[in-house]
């Protein structure tokens, strides 16, 4: 009878450990499931970062070039002047 009893206990809490196992188990793919949505997320803002960086090192460049061309469009009139005072 004792023996019998033990091993009826021995499965009630191996039939725990168990559910209490796959409760975790549960809970840790549950994490998992949001961490990989907050890492797809974070990789989706990062790319549109990158991609709005692009845009403005782009611009910047395009500003570069427009400040660069006016200012030798300037110095360009500036000398056309002194060449005709010269004169």
Known sequence: QSLSAELCSLRA?????????EREAKTLRE????????RDS?????????????????ARAAGRRELLEAQ???RESREGREAQRRQ
Not at 13 to 21: I, L, P, R, W
Not at 42 to 58: G, K, M, S, Y
């Open 13 to 21: 809490q191996a039939e725990e450990t168990a559910a209490t196992h």
């Open 31 to 38: 994490q998992a499931t949001a961490a990989a949505k907050q």
């Open 72 to 74: 030798r469009e300037a």
């Open 42 to 58: 974070a990789l989706r803002e990062a790319e549109e970062a990158r991609a709005q960086l692009r845009l403005v090192v782009e």
